[in-house]
């Protein structure tokens, strides 16, 4: 058709324009009589090959002979070497880029769990090997292959059992109707199941193929996608035009479907005519060379009946589009364009018809309810509420904390750690509400900061307060030593920064991410922040968080004979048998979560609202209530007396001036005759106050 439409329209002036045709009987041995049948007829170029082992076996043997062929219909990717292949070239794209449709069309509909189906031959595996590949982070490829009728069911059987909803089909149509029948035996047919296949079985999918050649219904195979390479702009006049002489040359009134490679093979011999008459034009005497036509096919660019033809490097067409088309049994025009790709998938929605009849994406899974911590459940209530009381009574606090902060038992317990101790309980429990509602990466990140650095800063503070006291008294002899509050923040600084170094490598190495897991069930899901730093920074955090804990327990135990108004260890060991106990809360619901995902959660908060309460309860309500509702015991306190004693330590004023007391009166503290110095040491301690 098209070298008749050449030479009809005087095309090349001078240049007789000839075609021989030649069928390589889609067999090896067919294209390599056809290959030394066209060498032996001296031709200048060759347009052929319908399949790419049928290109493979004629060009082993023409290569030498510098013939350009271009290719209608050869997709493999081997094809590209340059080295191997030197005169290959296609009008249709490679089947890497029909792989990357495929994946995106994945991606469109966010289809993450697809399966797929291929012959075991170089075309189909390939092209699905090229297509798992593409696929987009996160997705999964259930693969099954077959190399004959009799592999079939075992096949199948592999992606029944996978539960597969989306398959990605590259199958020969010797078995296709063995596979369709197949398929709905194993419920892979029909409402709820996706098949997309390779433009391949276009010629299979007619009314008259399905039902007399493959015995299918064609119901069953409704809203089938088809990738195929485009044939054409909608609309272009040159589209129109091979329409119009294909319908002509088939004797019909018209044809506008798609007719698999017939666009590909019209501009592939009017792209050897362009170049004649390109080289003809220039030089103005008749064409002879080879080699020159090759190159000057490589540089080409033009206009074709199936959009903007020209050739890489490697031969293959540049910017290739493809087409998806759409099967909806019944329908008069069967197969429908539905959507195209230029880069990205671009689909017409409303046109396409899924396997149940409407247009309704099928979903990759059946779909689980995703369980999460609202607000508006039980447990997301009783938490919230807890969350926001400890939160107000701890606002509460910091305002007392500032109205008092002149009361001589606030600074006998060191006024800015006690705000330390109450910042770390706070950022405690306010990591509760990034627990709630739909999981995001700031969350996890948000969560896992506030909650260790609360922790770290609490417990930090109360380790440094105790650790002055004992390097106090655990002198040899008592003399005067003054540490700080400067000095003693940055002990804190120093408790603190490992945990700060440990959350900045966790969130620099091992970012955050949120994945949607299953239960062990199956009856539910959870979204769940997924880091790689779980196995190797969470260990190592609580690790850290341990020794501290341990380090608090020693002191505890070191300070446990102090003078009552310096006693703070009972305390102090409280608060670490606290943190002992959330530990093994936590570690227990971090491996019974995946069974009750949304009780999991509301025990892991519900721990962390105990330790920073008791934490903060132990602390604050014994000191504001004496300040607030007793305030002449405050004033009235004395050291070692038998009625209301603190609990906290003094302030090193406090200390240095009981120190100096105790050396002036040659008094022995370790043996608790501590009465002798408690006048001296009042008036002391009220001057330093």
């Given at each position: 058709?098209?070298?008749?439409?050449?030479?009809?329209?005087?095309?090349?002036?001078?240049?007789?324009?000839?075609?021989?045709?030649?069928?390589?009987?889609?067999?090896?041995?067919?294209?390599?009589?056809?290959?030394?049948?066209?060498?032996?007829?001296?031709?200048n170029a060759i347009v052929g090959g319908s399949a790419s082992f049928i290109a493979i076996a004629a060009l082993n043997y023409l290569s030498e002979f510098g013939m350009p062929y271009i290719s209608p219909a050869a997709t493999s990717d081997a094809l590209s070497d340059k080295e191997s292949f030197p005169t290959f070239m296609r009008t249709v794209g490679p089947d890497r880029i029909q792989a990357r449709v495929m994946a995106d069309l994945a991606s469109f509909y966010k289809w993450k769990k697809v399966c797929s189906i291929n012959f075991e031959a170089d075309y189909e595996s390939n092209l699905i090997t090229r297509f798992s590949n593409a696929l987009a982070e996160g997705a999964t490829?259930?693969?099954?292959?077959?190399?004959?009728?009799?592999?079939?069911?075992?096949?199948?059987?592999?992606?029944?059992?996978?539960?597969?909803?989306?398959?990605?089909?590259?199958?020969?149509?010797?078995?296709?109707?063995?596979?369709?029948?197949?398929?709905?035996?194993?419920?892979?047919?029909?409402?709820?199941?996706?098949?997309?296949?390779?433009?391949?079985?276009?010629?299979?999918?007619t009314v008259d193929r399905l039902v007399n050649t493959h015995k299918i219904t064609p119901s069953d195979v409704k809203g089938t996608l088809l990738v195929a390479p485009s044939q054409g702009p909608t609309g272009s006049p040159l589209l129109n035009n091979f329409f119009r002489l294909l319908a002509r040359e088939r004797g019909v009134n018209s044809t506008t479907t798609i007719d698999t490679y017939s666009t590909f093979v019209y501009d592939a011999i009017w792209g050897i005519a362009r170049a004649v008459k390109n080289m003809n034009t220039r030089r103005a005497l008749s064409f002879t060379n080879r080699t020159e036509l090759l190159q000057e096919l490589l540089g080409i660019t033009y206009?074709?009946?199936?959009?903007?033809?020209?050739?890489?490097?490697?031969?293959?067409?540049?910017?290739?589009?493809?087409?998806?088309?759409?099967?909806?049994?019944?329908?008069?025009?069967?197969?429908?364009?539905?959507?195209?790709?230029?880069?990205?998938?671009?689909?017409?929605?409303?046109?396409?018809?899924?396997?149940?009849?409407?247009?309704?994406?099928?979903?990759?899974?059946?779909?689980?309810?995703?369980?999460?911590?609202?607000?508006?459940?039980?447990?997301?209530?009783?938490?919230?509420?807890?969350?926001?009381?400890?939160?107000?009574?701890?606002?509460?606090?910091?305002?007392?904390?500032?109205?008092?902060?002149?009361?001589?038992?606030?600074?006998?317990?060191?006024?800015?750690?006690?705000?330390?101790?109450?910042?770390?309980?706070?950022?405690?429990?306010?990591?509760?509400?990034?627990?709630?509602?739909?999981?995001?990466?700031?969350?996890?990140?948000?969560?896992?900061?506030?909650?260790?650095?609360?922790?770290?800063?609490?417990?930090?503070?109360?380790?440094?307060?105790?650790?002055?006291?004992?390097?106090?008294?655990?002198?040899?002899?008592?003399?005067?030593?003054?540490?700080?509050?400067?000095?003693?923040?940055?002990?804190?600084?120093?408790?603190?920064?490992?945990?700060?170094?440990?959350?900045?490598?966790?969130?620099?190495?091992?970012?955050?991410?949120?994945?949607?897991?299953?239960?062990?069930?199956?009856?539910?899901?959870?979204?769940?922040?997924?880091?790689?730093?779980?196995?190797?920074?969470?260990?190592?955090?609580?690790?850290?968080?341990?020794?501290?804990?341990?380090?608090?327990?020693?002191?505890?135990?070191?300070?446990?004979?102090?003078?009552?108004?310096?006693?703070?260890?009972?305390?102090?060991?409280?608060?670490?048998?606290?943190?002992?106990?959330?530990?093994?809360?936590?570690?227990?619901?971090?491996?019974?979560?995946?069974?009750?995902?949304?009780?999991?959660?509301?025990?892991?908060?519900?721990?962390?609202?105990?330790?920073?309460?008791?934490?903060?309860?132990?602390?604050?309500?014994?000191?504001?209530?004496?300040?607030?509702?007793?305030?002449?015991?405050?004033?009235?306190?004395?050291?070692?007396?038998?009625?209301?004693?603190?609990?906290?330590?003094?302030?090193?004023?406090?200390?240095?001036?009981?120190?100096?007391?105790?050396?002036?009166?040659?008094?022995?503290?370790?043996?608790?005759?501590?009465?002798?110095?408690?006048?001296?040491?009042?008036?002391?301690?009220?001057?330093?106050?």
């Amino acid at each position: 058709m098209a070298v008749a439409e050449i030479r009809n329209s005087n095309f090349i002036p001078g240049v007789e324009f000839r075609s021989l045709y030649l069928s390589d009987g889609y067999s090896v041995r067919g294209a390599v009589s056809a290959a030394v049948t066209l060498a032996e007829q001296n031709v200048n170029a060759i347009v052929g090959g319908s399949a790419s082992f049928i290109a493979i076996a004629a060009l082993n043997y023409l290569s030498e002979f510098g013939m350009p062929y271009i290719s209608p219909a050869a997709t493999s990717d081997a094809l590209s070497d340059k080295e191997s292949f030197p005169t290959f070239m296609r009008t249709v794209g490679p089947d890497r880029i029909q792989a990357r449709v495929m994946a995106d069309l994945a991606s469109f509909y966010k289809w993450k769990k697809v399966c797929s189906i291929n012959f075991e031959a170089d075309y189909e595996s390939n092209l699905i090997t090229r297509f798992s590949n593409a696929l987009a982070e996160g997705a999964t490829l259930t693969r099954s292959t077959y190399t004959g009728a009799e592999d079939v069911p075992k096949s199948l059987e592999k992606l029944a059992k996978a539960k597969c909803k989306i398959i990605f089909a590259a199958i020969d149509y010797v078995n296709f109707g063995v596979i369709i029948n197949e398929a709905k035996k194993q419920g892979l047919l029909g409402a709820g199941v996706q098949w997309i296949i390779t433009d391949a079985l276009y010629s299979e999918f007619t009314v008259d193929r399905l039902v007399n050649t493959h015995k299918i219904t064609p119901s069953d195979v409704k809203g089938t996608l088809l990738v195929a390479p485009s044939q054409g702009p909608t609309g272009s006049p040159l589209l129109n035009n091979f329409f119009r002489l294909l319908a002509r040359e088939r004797g019909v009134n018209s044809t506008t479907t798609i007719d698999t490679y017939s666009t590909f093979v019209y501009d592939a011999i009017w792209g050897i005519a362009r170049a004649v008459k390109n080289m003809n034009t220039r030089r103005a005497l008749s064409f002879t060379n080879r080699t020159e036509l090759l190159q000057e096919l490589l540089g080409i660019t033009y206009e074709g009946a199936s959009g903007v033809v020209s050739f890489d490097e490697k031969g293959d067409r540049e910017n290739m589009p493809y087409s998806i088309f759409n099967w909806n049994a019944g329908s008069t025009d069967a197969f429908r364009a539905v959507g195209s790709w230029e880069g990205q998938i671009a689909m017409n929605q409303s046109s396409v018809v899924f396997s149940d009849g409407t247009s309704n994406a099928v979903l990759d899974s059946i779909p689980i309810p995703v369980e999460t911590l609202w607000f508006s459940t039980t447990i997301g209530g009783i938490v919230t509420a807890i969350t926001v009381v400890l939160l107000a009574l701890m606002i509460v606090t910091v305002i007392l904390l500032i109205i008092h902060r002149q009361n001589r038992l606030i600074i006998a317990s060191s006024p800015v750690f006690l705000g330390f101790i109450l910042g770390g309980c706070i950022l405690a429990i306010t990591s509760n509400f990034f627990w709630f509602g739909e999981p995001g990466v700031a969350k996890c990140y948000l969560r896992t900061w506030f909650g260790f650095l609360g922790f770290a800063l609490s417990t930090g503070s109360l380790l440094a307060k105790n650790g002055r006291l004992w390097y106090l008294f655990n002198q040899k002899a008592l003399r005067a030593v003054a540490i700080t509050n400067q000095q003693l923040a940055l002990y804190l600084f120093v408790i603190v920064c490992p945990q700060v170094i440990i959350l900045i490598l966790w969130s620099a190495i091992s970012p955050f991410q949120i994945q949607t897991v299953p239960n062990v069930t199956q009856t539910s899901s959870l979204r769940l922040c997924i880091s790689d730093g779980d196995k190797v920074f969470l260990p190592i955090s609580i690790a850290y968080m341990g020794l501290l804990f341990l380090t608090g327990a020693f002191m505890s135990f070191k300070t446990r004979k102090l003078p009552q108004i310096f006693r703070e260890s009972q305390w102090i060991a409280l608060i670490n048998y606290n943190y002992l106990f959330v530990a093994t809360i936590a570690i227990a619901v971090s491996y019974g979560i995946q069974t009750e995902p949304v009780i999991g959660i509301g025990i892991t908060t519900l721990a962390v609202l105990f330790a920073a309460g008791v934490n903060w309860a132990l602390i604050f309500i014994t000191k504001f209530y004496l300040i607030i509702f007793k305030p002449e015991a405050v004033s009235d306190m004395k050291i070692g007396s038998k009625g209301y004693k603190t609990t906290q330590v003094v302030s090193i004023n406090l200390i240095v001036c009981f120190c100096r007391e105790f050396l002036a009166k040659g008094t022995n503290w370790r043996s608790g005759t501590l009465v002798t110095a408690q006048a001296a040491t009042r008036s002391a301690a009220e001057a330093a106050i």
